[in-house]
C-alpha cells in the first residue's frame, strides 16, 4: 500500500520529457522548478527563449475551470494585456494531465513575465499603476465569452472548505466565534441579494501586489489568475486591499490603488458601498483556504502569521459595526 501523499513534487526531466513529446518546440534544453505551493511553477529555457510550466494541485481544477482560464488569457494576450499567455500542445489543446501518487495534476505551457514581484516596499505610484491595469484588464475581459464559464460562488466556497477551517479553529474556541459571526454576516447578506445589482464580468480573483511583476522599466503585468471567474468586479478591488491591509501598509497604497483603477473605470455608488463587506467574505475565504493549504504546503511567504487572519477579521467586522 502507498502511504497517502497530499502534495508530490513531479521530476522536472520527467516533465522536460512531457513537454517535448506533446509540444511542436523542440526539447527543452533545461527544466527547473522555481516555486512550490498551491500551484508548482518550472521554468523551462528552450533554445528560443524561456516559458513557465504550471502544474496545478491535484483534483484542483476540473477541465472546463481550466479551460475558462486559459481561454481567459489567451483573450486578454490578443487584446494586448501584459499577462502570460497559454501555449497550445502540439493537437491544439491548452492542457495535460499526469497522474501523481495524490491524483492528476493539470499542467499548463505560458509565455514567461519578465520582471520581479510587488512585494510590501511597493509605492503608492505602483500601486496606482496596479489599480489602472486591473481596470484595463476589466474592461477588456468585458467582451469574453466562454461556452462553460466559471462562476464564482462566494459564500459556497468557504462552505466548502469548512472542515478545514474545524480543524484550525475548533467549535467553541473565541477565533471560531469570531469567524462564525463574519460569516453569518456573510451569508445573510448575499442571501437577501445585496450583490445582485453589482457590474459582474471576469475577475482575476487573486490581484495582490505579489501576482503582479514589474519589469526594469516599471511596467507591470498581472500573473496567476488561477483563482479568475465571474464575479462582481469589486471584489478583484477588495482582493488587493485586502492583501496591503495584512501587511499593514500605508493607507495610501490603498487610496492610490483605488484611484488609479477609477481613472479607467469609476466605480458605481452600489460598488463603493459593497467594499467593506466584500472585504469581510475576502477575510473568511483566504483564511479558509489557509486552513485548507496549510498542511499539505506549509506556511507560504507573507502568510505566517496565523494570528494575523484573526486581528485582520476583528477589524472589518468592527468597520461594519459589528463588535
Request: aromatic share 8%.
Amino acid at each position: 500500500m502507498t502511504f497517502p501523499v497530499s502534495h508530490s513534487t513531479l521530476d522536472a526531466q520527467a516533465l522536460a520529457r512531457a513537454v517535448a513529446e506533446r509540444y511542436d518546440l523542440g526539447p527543452p534544453q533545461s527544466c527547473r522548478l522555481i516555486s512550490r505551493g498551491s500551484n508548482d511553477l518550472y521554468a523551462l529555457q528552450f533554445s528560443d527563449q524561456r516559458r513557465v510550466l504550471r502544474v496545478a494541485r491535484a483534483n484542483h481544477r476540473s477541465a472546463s475551470e481550466a479551460t475558462f482560464e486559459l481561454e481567459l488569457l489567451r483573450h486578454l494576450a490578443g487584446g494586448g494585456m501584459p499577462v502570460p499567455a497559454p501555449i497550445p500542445l502540439a493537437d491544439g489543446s491548452l492542457h495535460f494531465s499526469v497522474v501523481a501518487p495524490e491524483g492528476e495534476r493539470r499542467i499548463v505551457l505560458q509565455t514567461w513575465v519578465e520582471g520581479r514581484a510587488l512585494d510590501h516596499s511597493l509605492s503608492p505610484q505602483d500601486a496606482r499603476a496596479a489599480g489602472m491595469l486591473l481596470a484595463r484588464l476589466h474592461e477588456r475581459a468585458h467582451g469574453f465569452r466562454s461556452a462553460e464559464p466559471k462562476l464564482i460562488d462566494t459564500v459556497g466556497r468557504i462552505e466548502r472548505k469548512l472542515s478545514y477551517v474545524d480543524a484550525l479553529l475548533p467549535l467553541g474556541t473565541a477565533g471560531r466565534d469570531l469567524f462564525d459571526q463574519g460569516f453569518a454576516v456573510v451569508q445573510q447578506w448575499f442571501a437577501a441579494g445585496s450583490g445582485h445589482g453589482l457590474p459582474r464580468g471576469p475577475t482575476h480573483g487573486d490581484f495582490q501586489y505579489a501576482n503582479l511583476m514589474q519589469s526594469a522599466g516599471g511596467a507591470l503585468a498581472a500573473v496567476d489568475f488561477d483563482d479568475c471567474g465571474i464575479d462582481c468586479l469589486a471584489m478583484d478591488i477588495v482582493t488587493f486591499a485586502w492583501r496591503s491591509r495584512f501587511d499593514d501598509l500605508a493607507a495610501e497604497i490603498d487610496a492610490q490603488f483605488l484611484a488609479g483603477y477609477q481613472v479607467v473605470r469609476p466605480l458605481a455608488d452600489a460598488e463603493r458601498a459593497a467594499l467593506p463587506m466584500l472585504l469581510l467574505a475576502r477575510d473568511l475565504y483566504l483564511h479558509a483556504s489557509y486552513a485548507a493549504y496549510i498542511d499539505r504546503i506549509g506556511p507560504v511567504s507573507g502568510f505566517e502569521d496565523e494570528a494575523r487572519f484573526m486581528v485582520v477579521l476583528a477589524r472589518d467586522l468592527h468597520a461594519l459595526g459589528i463588535t
